[in-house]
């Protein structure tokens, strides 16, 4: 053979080389994206709605891409419905583009204009039975986003009447937990979700918690542990756990969690407060204001928070202080118990009162929660724009922030003084 041919042979077999080591790696990709498809399905299969986020996201943004749908759904049901919607907002293969509509349809249905899609989902829910479950999940899911809970126990009822389904025991338990029936709550949970297999660790949490609050820290004690056990450093689960083994006199056990939550992220404010309050407890009233001080420096509004540190006022001797801390509480017990009364009582029964949504904004904001003052007050304007009281409180926050622009807007709906009404 000549040296051309020879070199033409080579060539070619390196060409030939080439194809079959892409084709090797792009099945080897493709085998890798099934498996993880169907290991993500399998843990929404399971209500491990933590574990599918954390897979797909350790499966990066290409990934996420290629699955629009899936991602979608692992966001809005892991509760980052603003992810979510990104995901959406890429353009749609032709592949799959019914997944595509159902989970923008899911996720308008947990928004505020979900009314525009109901129609139109119950009709997808009563022809196709596998999405009919994820329609009436998605319409709990946002009737509890509203803060509307007589709307949310209304579909709950609907969805009993239909073929039985774990997620509707779950989202009776959201109801019952969001509206403080705690023992109601425990018992929904306890029909199947409890004895799923594999265990659920975001069920055996959420039971943790209850029984927490239903004062049973051994029983709670149980099911945050066997959570952990699965889903290792989930801060939130933690924490509920280190006031948990308080109230088993595990003290030391429980500060011991709490500076292992603390090691890992030293802004987080619920387990600052936690130690500070065990701190107090444990006669450490010093060091308990330290921390109780950092937590209502960024959150004034906190009222356990405020107890405590009033109540750690005292223990060190500083009269004077804890007095004007008295007349603080007050308040706040006051502007808490308001809050409550609004979105519990008075809310479902006027959901488009902009008087009602202005009050909670203004509570809001004087307890330093701008962010839902601005939302609430935001929500009652968008019923009323002309609404002097809305206007005047976002006025007043955008000047007091350094915002000029925005304040002179809402100023042009604030009546003057002695200008007719």
């Keep these: ?13 390196l060409i030939l080389g080439g194809v079959i080591v892409y084709v090797a790696i792009y099945l080897r990709n493709e085998q890798a994206l099934v498996a993880s498809q169907s290991r993500i399905l399998a843990l929404l299969d399971g209500f491990r709605y933590r574990e599918a986020r954390l897979h797909l996201t350790a499966e990066g943004p290409l990934f996420i ?32 583009q019914e ?14 204009q979900w009314q525009d899609q109901l129609e139109y989902a119950l009709v997808v829910g009563s022809q196709n039975i596998n999405h009919q479950g994820q ?50 709550a425990l018992e929904s949970l306890q029909k199947r979700a409890l004895k799923l297999s594999p265990p659920s660790p975001e069920i055996e949490a959420r039971a943790g918690t209850l029984l927490v609050s239903l004062n049973n820290p051994s029983q709670a004690a149980w099911h945050l542990n066997r959570a952990l056990e699965q889903l290792p450093d989930q801060p939130d689960w933690e924490l509920t756990l280190a006031k948990t083994l308080d109230l088993l006199g595990q003290s ?27 701190l107090l ?14 937590v209502l420096e960024f959150d004034p509004g906190n009222v356990d928070a405020a107890e405590h540190y009033h109540r750690a006022l005292f223990e060190v001797g500083d009269e004077a202080q804890a007095k004007q801390w008295a007349k603080k509480l007050e308040k706040m017990r006051t502007d808490q118990a308001r809050l409550n009364a609004i979105f519990q009582m008075q809310l479902p029964l006027r959901p488009n009162d902009p008087d009602l949504m202005t ?11 701008p962010k839902s003052a601005l939302v609430w007050a935001k929500k009652a304007l968008a019923i009323d724009p002309n609404h002097s009281v809305a206007n005047s409180l976002l006025a007043g926050y955008y000047e007091a922030t350094g915002n000029p622009g925005l304040a002179a807007i809402h100023k042009k709906f604030v009546p003057t003084p002695g200008s007719p009404k």
């Design 1 to 13: 053979m000549s040296k051309k041919y020879l070199w033409l042979s080579l060539f070619a077999s």
């Design 65 to 96: 891409q290629r699955n629009g749908p899936l991602a979608s759904r692992v966001f809005r049901l892991a509760n980052n419905p603003h992810q979510a919607k990104i995901v959406l907002g890429t353009n749609p293969s032709k592949q799959n």
């Design 99 to 112: 997944e595509w509509d159902l989970q923008r349809v899911l996720l308008q249905l947990e928004g505020p």
């Design 135 to 184: 329609i009436y999940e998605a319409i709990v899911r946002g009737s509890l986003a509203r803060l509307n809970a007589s709307e949310a126990n209304q579909w709950v009822l609907a969805w009993k009447q239909l073929k039985g389904d774990i997620r509707c025991d779950l989202a009776e338990a959201s109801l019952h937990e969001f509206t403080d029936h705690a023992e109601d």
């Design 252 to 278: 030391e056990q429980a500060l011991a969690l709490l500076e292992k939550i603390l090691a890992t992220n030293p802004q987080n404010r619920e387990a600052v407060a936690e130690r500070g309050r065990q």
């Design 281 to 294: 407890l444990a006669g450490k009233a010093s060091l308990a204001l330290v921390d109780l001080a950092k």
């Design 359 to 369: 009050e909670a904004a203004g509570i809001f904001l004087r307890g330093g929660q």
